[in-house]
Every structure is written in C-alpha cells, then in structure tokens.
C-alpha cells in the first residue's frame, strides 16, 4: 500500500513537472526522494538523475559490444572480480544464484576492459550488485560508468584518491559544524578510517540493505553532498555516546551498534533479506532508527551545504592528499632501498628526489611527450617512478663517478642493460640505486666485477654510432635502439628468464601472481653472486674492457702508471692463456700472441700517451682476431689486477656522491638540454 502511495505521488509529479529528462527538480522532488525512491521506478529514476540515460542512448550497442571482447579475458582485474563475485550481498536471494552472479560478472568485467586505468577496485562489486537490484544490466553497466566516471572520481583505483579528499572534506565539515567532537577527539585520523567505507560504498556495507537503497537515491539526486550530509548526521545523533567513548575501538562500536539498528519501515524487501541484514539487532539494545526520519534530519540540519563549497573544500584537500600519499611512497621505497646500499640516508633521499624529477621532466619535456607515460600508481611502492634508457644516461652523466670516461654513454647503455633483468626498458629507483653504490661504495672487487659484466652477455652490446663526428657519443634513438637489443648468443635460457622475471607475460594477458611471489621470494634468499659463477670473456668483449679501462684512468694523476700496468696485466693474461692451450695438447701449433703482444718498455710520456695506448690497443686487437678464439675467466682477470697497486689504489680511491648531487641539482636541466 505505502509503495503505490509512493507511485502516485511521483506520478502526480511528472504530470506536474515533466517526465523524463524534462523533469524539472524541485523541492517537491527532493521530499519525495528522501522518502525513497519507489522500487518500480528506482532504476529509471537513478538512470535519469545520474544522466547514464544520455550516454546509454548515445551509445547502442556498446556494452554488447564490450561483454563480447572482454568475455574469455584473463587478467587481474578479472581474478580479482571472480574473488569477489560470492561476497557481493550474499543475504539477497537475487545473488543465491548463477543468474545473478553472471550478470554481476558480465557487467564488472565489460567495466574493466572499458577503464582498464581503473580495471577493478573492492567496493565496485557491493555497489553494482545494489545496481543490478533495480536496473537491466546494461542500465546497471552506465549507472557504474556514471558513479566511478563523474560521480565519484578517482573513487576506485588502487590509492583511492577520491575518497581520501572526500574524507578530508569530511574532517574539515566536522571542525565547523561539530566542533565539540573534534575537540573530544585527539587524533581525526579516526573519521577517516572509520568513513572509509561509507565514501566508498555509500553506506551499502555500514547499512541493512533495504536502508541503504535510500541513501543510494539521495545520492542520486543530490551526489557526494547527500554522503556528507548523512555522516555528519550519524555523528551528530551519537554525539553523547562518542564524547564519553576512551578510545576508537569504543566509538566504532557505538556506530557499528547505530548502524545495525537503522530500518526502513516502509520496505517492501522479503522478510528473509531483513533478516540477514539485522540479526545483531536482538542483541542490541539500542532504539530504532528509521532511515527516512535520519535523511530528513541529514537534509534540514546540514542541507545548507553548497556545492560549490565542496568542490572548492576539494581542490584545496586534494593537493595535500596526493603531497600526503607521496610522502608515503617515497618513505616506504627509501625504507627498502636503505637496506641494500651504504648510503647515508640524506644522500639516499636526494637520489630519490634526483630520479623522481628526472622522470617528470622527461613526461613533460616534449609537447607530444605522453604525461606521466611510466608513472602507474596501482604499481608496488618500488615501480612506482622508472625510467628509459635516455633519462638513464642523463643521470649517469651527471652522478656516475666514471662519468669522465670517453665511451660513457656506451657505459651507461651496458649498465642499463645489466640492471634491466626483466627486459622492460625500464628500470625502478632500487636497480639505479644499488648499481650507483657498487660504483662508490663496492670494494675493490666488487667494482671490477661491475665493470666486468658490463662487457659479457646480457649487458654488452656492440655499439657504434651512425654519425662518426660524434666519436663515441650517442643519440637518443641509437640509445633507445641498442637498449632494446636481445642477446642471441644467450639463446632459449635468457627468454626463459625473462619470462621468469617478467610473470606479467605469462599465459593470454594473465598476470601470474604465483611468479610474483617466487620471483620476490628468490629476492629474499638469494646469495652473494659467486665469481666462479660468471661467463668467461671472449676477445672482443675483453678489448672493449680493455679500452674502458684506457678511458676510465684518462686524467688521474697515476695516468702513466696505469697505462703501463695494463699493458703489463694484458700480457700476462695472453702469456697464461697460451700456457693452458699448450697444457691442453693443441692439434695444431699455434703461433704465440705473446710476442707480438708485448708492449714497449717505456710509454712515451704526456703527448704520446693516448696514442701510444692506441696502437698498442689495436696490436693487441689484431692478434687476438688472428689468432683462434681466446677467453679469460673474471679469477684471472681479478689476480692479474691485485698485483697491480696502481690498479688497487685507483679502484679503492675514495668518491664523494655529495659533490656529485650538489652539481647534479644545478645542472640537470641544461643536461636535458645537451641532450
């Protein structure tokens, strides 16, 4: 009887003030919609307030269209919606079943493949089955299109970010229209955690079912301002109890309590959904609520509330939210980071800022450049900010100690390559950091071994640029390009390893998260890298090691000294290969490399010395090309150099980063600039 009561009075209305999206809002139509919405007319009303009226009739055919591409897909959004499909109002019979439970599949994921930005967030599955209670699915799909698009923005992605600037909008209301609680309450903190799910969705999970529908209308009708008007009535009506509480486990169970004591008198729902939804209530001994009677309260206490208010109490939180939440990010990472490197904690965080603002320049440095192109916030705390191979290069140039050295972007090339395991062209804050504190904090050891991988299969490339006036520098594109570069020698083991390390690629788009947790697990129990465990090194990687070590000792003050003593160490090396060949028993003499490797006496001083290494380079390289295949083990490299003291005290020479990072601040820039 009350439901037809309520139809006739709606109907009354729209001979009054139109139907359809001609209707005219007035204060009529929000008493009836505090009154609640009839269930008959529910869905048309939500679709005609929302305006998903407008885009469902702009649009035929689209969601068909979608539930067909996105059927069969496999994703995480899609493990996520299948986790989640058994949860959704499992009291309401309509979800007792496979029909309802389709459905419900059907339109969540035609959602994530239409928004994969967005893809599936907890709470989205709440919400649209109440959707589904009233509308078709196709009118529940653009009533969803319309809550987590215009309605509710940045609601129902992974950091939340609307319904944190909601909440601090709700704090703030509380402070000028609740001044007393704020006054009781030492932290505010409590509103947001304990508001969290009414934002998010929309009291549904705080409410019995056949209450929260209400709410549902009124927001509607009157959108984020009706959640706000509605909380801090629920605050206001409990304020005696929440000023005597001790402590936030007291207050939320006084609003739990609340909450469960809330009915709709004029429901037409089945007795066995009320039952569900109020089973606590013999329990409590707390009176009677009615949900019409709370709304109404809502509306004349706090209906004084503009929108235009809200949206400028969010423009004014949503800076402090994200500032708040990046905050936390780069605490989270420096936290992780610090674990693993000898840096001082304030060298570590200017490193940070250094990466961070690298990649923010690179997104915004080009018109055409995409905004924001690696930045994924539903990323762990570590991927959050990675960088390409070019904004690699300009970090290394302006923080690398061997920054000096004539072949450095070559460098820089290899050691993105080295660091970038997973082959995705982008490495995090973490891979940048460890490979830059082995440049200034590793041992003797630890630096050559470095320099030494960086020369060998994945890291070594060979490189040569297109425009020979630019001698071993290179473009962008030649850069991007050899970074790109898959390593054929290394065959079916290094793609094996990268499916390994990249669980994203298994499967048709499925996201393996078992190889996520092997992969983090191998992180945990992985051991010091053994020496003996590294390839050998051919001859032409061993020349180019050779001529980094030419360019790194270019300008030290023991220049000469070093040039000597890598002729001295090459010749010894060739002189121990030849050694183990013979031992071996060669089928075939073979002529010596020692003889024609040897290295003059003196090293002609100052002027000469560049060209004297040279020639002596490219001797030594020819023979190695004339003669078979020659190797070296990283073991003998390392002996060969310890006897060396120039070596060791070149190697072992202190850099401060400090002098490095001041530089970089003032100059990173001009060096995109150069660039």
């Not at 490193?351 to 916030?377: G, I």
């Not at 923080?399 to 995090?428: K, V």
């Amino acid at each position: 009887l009350k439901e037809k009561m309520k139809e006739q009075s709606w109907n009354i209305l729209f001979v009054e003030r139109g139907h359809g999206v001609s209707m005219f809002r007035t204060k009529k139509t929000r008493d009836l919609v505090v009154r609640g919405i009839p269930e008959a007319l529910r869905g048309e009303l939500w679709l005609l307030f929302s305006g998903a009226v407008n885009d469902m009739a702009s649009n035929p055919g689209y969601y068909t269209d979608l539930v067909e591409k996105s059927l069969g897909t496999c994703t995480l959004a899609t493990d996520e919606i299948e986790r989640d499909l058994r949860r959704s109002l499992p009291e309401h019979p309509a979800f007792q079943s496979d029909t309802g439970i389709s459905a419900l599949r059907r339109v969540l994921t035609a959602y994530a493949y239409r928004n994969p930005q967005i893809g599936y967030c907890q709470a989205m599955n709440i919400l649209t089955s109440v959707l589904l209670l009233y509308a078709k699915e196709e009118e529940a799909f653009w009533l969803l299109v319309a809550v987590c698009e215009r309605m509710l923005p940045d609601y129902f992605n992974r950091r939340i970010i609307g319904a944190l600037v909601d909440q601090a909008v709700f704090e703030e209301l509380i402070r000028v229209h609740l001044p007393q609680l704020t006054d009781h309450m030492m932290d505010m903190t409590f509103f947001s955690s304990v508001s969290l799910s009414w934002f998010l969705t929309l009291f549904i999970s705080v409410l019995p079912i056949e209450s929260a529908v209400n709410v549902v209308d009124c927001f509607f009708y009157d959108g984020i301002k009706a959640v706000l008007q509605l909380g801090l009535a629920v605050l206001d009506y409990n304020m005696e109890k929440l000023l005597t509480c001790k402590d936030d486990a007291e207050a939320v169970t006084v609003l739990n309590r609340f909450f469960d004591s809330v009915t709709n008198k004029d429901s037409p729902l089945p007795p066995a959904v009320q039952q569900g939804s109020n089973l606590s209530n013999t329990k409590s001994a707390h009176p009677k609520v009615d949900i019409t009677d709370l709304i109404r309260e809502a509306n004349e206490r706090y209906g004084d509330i503009r929108y235009e208010d809200v949206e400028s109490m969010r423009c004014r939180n949503r800076l402090y939210v994200i500032q708040t939440l990046e905050a936390t990010t780069k605490q989270n990472v420096l936290r992780v980071v610090s674990q693993d490197v000898k840096f001082n904690p304030s060298d570590l965080e200017e490193l940070y800022e250094l990466f961070k603002k690298e990649h923010f320049l690179s997104c915004y440095w080009n018109v055409n450049s995409p905004v924001l192109q690696h930045h994924d916030a539903s990323l762990p705390y570590l991927d959050q900010y990675r960088i390409d191979c070019q904004q690699f290069r300009v970090l290394c140039h302006l923080l690398s100690p061997w920054s000096h050295c004539a072949n450095r972007d070559s460098l820089a090339l290899w050691t993105f390559r080295l660091i970038d395991e997973s082959s995705a062209c982008l490495i995090n804050f973490k891979q940048f950091a460890c490979v830059l504190d082995a440049m200034y904090n590793g041992s003797f050891t630890d630096k050559l071994k470095l320099l030494f991988k960086l020369h060998i299969p994945p890291a070594f490339t060979e490189v040569e640029s297109l425009s020979p006036s630019k001698g071993d520098d290179l473009s962008k594109e030649e850069l991007i390009r050899f970074s790109q570069l898959s390593v054929s020698s290394v065959g079916e083991s290094l793609e094996s390893a990268s499916l390994k390390s990249s669980p994203e690629k298994v499967g048709k788009g499925k996201v393996d998260i078992q190889a996520y947790l092997k992969q983090w697990q191998d992180e945990l129990l992985k051991k010091e890298e053994n020496i003996k465990d590294l390839p050998r090194m051919n001859q032409s990687q061993f020349i180019q090691f050779s001529k980094t070590l030419y360019n790194l000792f270019h300008g030290d003050p023991e220049e000469e000294l070093l040039y000597r003593a890598i002729a001295v160490v090459t010749s010894l090396l060739l002189k121990m290969e030849e050694v183990g060949r013979r031992l071996q028993g060669p089928t075939s003499p073979v002529e010596s490399p020692v003889a024609v490797t040897e290295v003059p006496a003196e090293i002609p001083r100052k002027g000469q010395e560049e060209s004297s290494s040279e020639q002596t380079e490219g001797s030594r390289a020819q023979t190695l090309r004339g003669n078979h295949e020659w190797s070296f083990a990283f073991e003998q490299i390392l002996a060969s150099l310890l006897n060396e003291p120039a070596f060791v005290r070149f190697f072992d020479k202190p850099h401060d980063i400090k002098v490095k990072i001041e530089s970089a601040k003032n100059l990173q820039l001009k060096a995109r600039t150069r660039m």
